[in-house]
């Protein structure tokens, strides 16, 4: 019984923990949220679907597919309140060559981070391929991001990206998570690099 106790013990310790770690992620983005919507553009969370994260979550039985049972990386987009539009719910934000949008990706594991880590950046230009004519808005890239996530995020500095059905660009830095514990170092680690990098871009200004 002893046996069966210990893991019922460390059953509910582990999600515990995974439970506390996501409502923490949670408090964390809508802190960069609010932060965001007070600079000058204004910037709000895209929402494809609702008030949300991306990620790619699966529920299918096949083995790489029970992997993505637990969130193990998500991302957020924001987007300056000028560039979008909030209707029932959801964002629609149209794709067009000013197109500039801040993310925070968060990847709690993965083969290779041996820690959680943040990784704040932008996006830019970003172009639907004519042939898939489902992509008219950004909204409709995001999961197509975070599922291509290996590929598109595999360089820490450069993003550099182009298949079948979008291309685009971006730059982003890396952060361990756990050393973004207060407001201070939400500004110094996620604010104030990712503000940098969108100015920077969306007025195309040189390195």
Not at 112 to 129: C, H, K, S, T
Request: charged letters at 30%; glycine letters at 6%.
């Amino acid at each position: 019984m002893s046996g069966k106790s210990d893991l019922v013990e460390q059953n509910n310790l582990a999600f515990d923990f995974i439970q506390k770690l996501y409502l923490e992620t949670s408090y964390l983005i809508k802190e960069v949220e609010g932060i965001l919507k007070e600079e000058d553009e204004k910037f709000i969370i895209c929402r494809p679907s609702g008030y949300g994260i991306t990620s790619s979550r699966s529920t299918g039985l096949e083995s790489n597919n029970v992997m993505n049972w637990l969130i193990r990386k998500l991302c957020v987009f924001f987007v300056p309140e000028i560039k979008t539009r909030i209707h029932r719910g959801q964002t629609i934000t149209k794709i067009d060559k000013e197109l500039t949008v801040i993310f925070l990706r968060i990847v709690f594991n993965d083969k290779n981070n041996v820690q959680p880590n943040i990784y704040p950046g932008v996006l830019y230009n970003i172009e639907p391929n004519p042939q898939a004519k489902w992509f008219t808005k950004f909204e409709k890239i995001m999961n197509h991001i975070e599922f291509n996530g290996d590929k598109i995020f595999k360089d820490n500095v450069q993003i550099d990206f182009e298949d079948a059905y979008v291309k685009l660009q971006g730059k982003l830095k890396k952060r361990s998570l756990f050393e973004i514990h207060d407001g201070d170092s939400i500004v110094k680690a996620i604010i104030k690099p990712s503000l940098e990098l969108y100015r920077r871009e969306s007025k195309g200004e040189p390195q």
